[in-house]
């Protein structure tokens, strides 16, 4: 605690890291739509034939048409929200920075070929360039306001139209230098700038995805709320970008009719790996309902509708699951467990890989079932109840004798 | 009195939100409570007179503070856990002195 604390507190305080995490989290209703295009798609190949299917495949194209405006171009709208965020967190007026960002990253990642646009850029692959783009922006605008460098209008001129010369100098700057590094890649880098950003990136985007990260990921998250912290709100300014491109290009790939890749997405994390809330606490939050100790079923009772919904700070807070010795090790190593298992089922290709991105705060197993479209994922994640219950009873039971002989001992 | 609760998603905060304006119903004092996530809190600024936040984010209270300039403080685990409205009106004033 006393390390992890002051860790938590700089990260919270990094203007980048947050606006990354927050403006990049921001987008995902935007992957959420996409995903209902994938859904009719699933369903049509789920059936195979009949009437339905029929009519699904005869609308297709209008069904899915959202999909190329969404997931495909979700780095357009990660940009804007990300230089929104970071602007905010600067105090800059207005939505001049995000939108110069936008023209920043177009002249980056929309590739002009034969007089048309180039759009294979805009969706996961230039999330990494939207990101870059979203951030030097609104930094030279910072600068700029910082240092006033730019165009002051006699006290008189209304304040609209002095905002719009404000916005002229940093405006110019971004697309002068924009224009500048695109063009540099493509002459001596001989690649689109947003390619140059992947090539680099490769090990890392391909890293992120494997069970040793996931792993990482998992322990990191439950050792945090072990201690009382949000875990996802402090691990995920690390994965957050990577798993919500994994999901974008999931969906993209399906869409085409394509081999579907990852495993780590958004979705997974949260209603798969966290269902029922960090911890996978629904078994021991029915343990607790049913416990004859009465400071342990109270808390299992107030906490059991908000649990099924995702919700399990009632529970982590008021057991306490915290700093408490018993939880520890069910409770940190159990969900890795559980990750292992749902990493190798769906490597295997025994359970369907993430193919769409569900909404958030659904029942055990809904969301599973929208985010594959595949019955043995609900199966799964079951199991993983079921097993992380069996981690939990033994744990449980010594808690409860304590807390047992503690309330018997305030009765006498 | 106006209180704002703060957490990561706004979601379990929203609990307490309920309890609160259950208590303050009963007791006839006039607060004003919402909840909101981490995420939009610039979105609140000069909005109200204290901000109570989910124990999970008691790294955040003090970046929270330097945006909204009221006090700020988590809550009390316990209290949190079962969303116990008249502990957290006494904690807001409290804070407000």
Not at chain 1, 272 to 279: D, F, K, Q, R, Y
Not at chain 2, 39 to 58: F, H, M, T
Request: charged share 10%; with cysteine.
């Amino acid at each position: 605690m006393k390390y992890l604390m002051p860790i938590a507190n700089k990260l919270e305080q990094q203007k980048h890291i947050q606006a990354i995490k927050d403006g990049i989290v921001a987008s995902v209703p935007i992957i959420i739509v996409g995903s209902f295009c994938t859904i009719f798609l699933g369903i049509a190949n789920l059936l195979g034939s009949g009437p339905v299917y029929d009519f699904l495949s005869a609308n297709m194209g209008v069904l899915t048409y959202a999909s190329a405006f969404t997931t495909d171009m979700l780095a357009v709208y990660a940009t804007y929200f990300i230089a929104k965020t970071l602007s905010e967190k600067y105090d800059l007026k207005g939505s001049q920075p995000a939108v110069t960002a936008l023209v920043v990253f177009f002249i980056l990642c929309a590739v002009v070929k034969d007089g048309q646009l180039n759009t294979s850029y805009l969706g996961s692959t230039g999330l990494f360039t939207g990101i870059i783009a979203a951030l030097f922006t609104v930094e030279i605008y910072h600068i700029c306001y910082e240092r006033k460098w730019y165009i002051k209008m006699p006290e008189s001129v209304p304040p609209m139209v002095q905002d719009s010369f404000a916005a002229l100098v940093p405006l110019v700057l971004n697309t002068i230098i924009a224009v500048a590094i695109a063009n540099l890649s493509l002459s001596f880098g001989k690649v689109a700038f947003p390619q140059l950003i992947m090539n680099i990136l490769a090990p890392a985007v391909t890293g992120m995805d494997t069970l040793p990260a996931l792993l990482i990921v998992m322990f990191l998250t439950q050792l945090l709320w072990f201690f009382g912290l949000h875990g996802p709100s402090i691990t995920s300014a690390v994965w957050a970008t990577f798993a919500i491109a994994y999901g974008a290009e999931n969906i993209a790939a399906y869409t085409a009719g394509q081999p579907v890749q990852h495993i780590f997405t958004f979705g997974l994390f949260y209603g798969i790996l966290c269902v029922t809330g960090s911890g996978l606490t629904l078994g021991l939050n029915i343990l607790m309902m049913r416990s004859k100790a009465k400071s342990l079923s109270s808390v299992g009772k107030v906490s059991i509708i908000p649990s099924l919904f995702g919700i399990n700070e009632p529970l982590i807070f008021g057991t306490p699951i915290i700093l408490n010795p018993f939880m520890f090790i069910p409770f940190v190593f159990g969900p890795l467990i559980c990750t292992t298992i749902v990493y190798l089922t769906m490597n295997l290709g025994l359970v369907g890989k993430p193919i769409a991105n569900p909404p958030g705060f659904l029942p055990p197993g809904v969301s599973a079932f929208l985010m594959t479209l595949d019955w043995k994922s609900v199966v799964l994640v079951f199991v993983l109840l079921i097993l992380q219950t069996v981690f939990y009873y033994p744990f449980f039971k010594m808690m409860e004798k304590e807390e047992l002989q503690k309330e018997q001992a305030l009765e006498k | 009195m106006k209180i704002l609760l703060c957490c990561n998603a706004g979601m379990s905060s929203s609990i307490l939100v309920k309890k609160i304006r259950d208590v303050a119903e009963k007791t006839g004092e006039d607060i004003e409570v919402s909840a909101v996530a981490n995420a939009s809190i610039k979105n609140e600024v000069g909005k109200w007179d204290v901000c109570l936040v989910g124990p999970q984010l008691v790294f955040a209270v003090d970046s929270i503070h330097q945006q909204l300039n009221i006090p700020v403080a988590s809550i009390e685990p316990r209290a949190y856990a079962m969303a116990d409205g008249a502990a957290a009106i006494e904690m807001a004033k409290k804070l407000l002195g």
